[in-house]
Structures are given as C-alpha cells and as structure tokens.
C-alpha cells in the first residue's frame, strides 16, 4: 500500500495540484497562456529563460493534471488553459481553506527569557 492511499481522494487531488503549480517555471507558463489570450501554436520556450526539453516536461506536468490542453497540428502543438479544471482545482482549494480558515483558535507563541 502506498502511503497517500491512506488519505482522501480530495486531499490527494489537492497535493497533485499542489505540485504542479508550486514551480515557478510552471506558473510562468500558465500565466503566459492566460496573457497571450488564445492558444499558442509552436514553441513556448521562445517566450521562456529554459531549454526546450525542460519547457516540454514542464508541458507535460501541467497536461497530465489538465490544466492545460495539448493537440497536435502537423508539426507543431496546441497548448491552452483548461479554464474549467483551472476552476474546479481552485473551488477545491477555496473549500479546503475556508474550513481551516474558519476555525477560531488564537496561537500565542511563548517568547523564550
């Protein structure tokens, strides 16, 4: 048995979203996707400080979650934002720290003397 098992479904959907956006260079082409409004046609590394090879795995972590779309056009690749699992992935969030944030506790730290 694999450790995650042990947890929810909801809270293992979370951490894989959590993962795929927790590097910058994955955030970086998401926001770039979100700016240039269409679907990009060709080479997102021209728009990117890194390697072709690690945009392209980069790609891939994001299409394999779906937070983006991938389709093949002749020679070149269709990428763009999957707005509704976008969503979904972010109402997931939403509800998850609402009922952490909606619990009253004050912390006090002791200072040490």
Excluded: W
């Amino acid at each position: 048995m694999i450790k995650t098992d042990a947890f929810s479904t909801e809270l293992q959907e979370l951490a894989r979203f959590a993962k795929a956006i927790s590097h910058p260079a994955r955030l970086a082409i998401l926001k770039y996707l979100a700016e240039t409004k269409t679907c990009i046609s060709g080479d997102i590394s021209d728009y990117l400080p890194l390697s072709r090879s690690t945009v392209s795995q980069h790609l891939n972590d994001l299409k394999e979650l779906g937070l983006i779309h991938g389709e093949i056009d002749g020679l070149k690749v269709n990428y763009c934002l999957c707005c509704s699992s976008i969503d979904d992935y972010l109402k997931m969030f939403e509800t998850f720290f609402e009922s952490i944030r909606s619990v009253n506790v004050q912390c006090v730290t002791k200072t040490k003397t």
